[in-house]
């Protein structure tokens, strides 16, 4: 993910951190479709921690869903 002068790139040993000059933001991301599993299940676990997380953040009450997150759902069902 690079925003502006910082860029940090994770892997699952490593943090690097980067000095960047990019006008924006933007997020790369590389899966292995291989380890995911089964979608709905992945799915389904993704939003209870999603849920939990939110759970603890103070003021982030019970928002719905956005539109993206939805047509996300649809696309999974």
């Known amino acids: 993910m690079a925003s502006g002068n910082t860029a940090i790139n994770l892997t699952p040993k490593n943090k690097y951190n980067h000095v960047t000059s990019f006008p924006g933001t933007i997020l790369r991301v590389n899966l292995n479709v291989g380890e ?24 982030s009450g019970n928002r719905p869903p956005s539109a993206m997150s939805l047509l996300l759902r649809k696309d999974y069902k």
């Open 36 to 59: 995911i599993g089964d979608v709905q299940d992945r799915l389904k676990e993704f939003q209870q921690d999603g849920a939990k997380i939110a759970s603890q953040i103070k003021g």
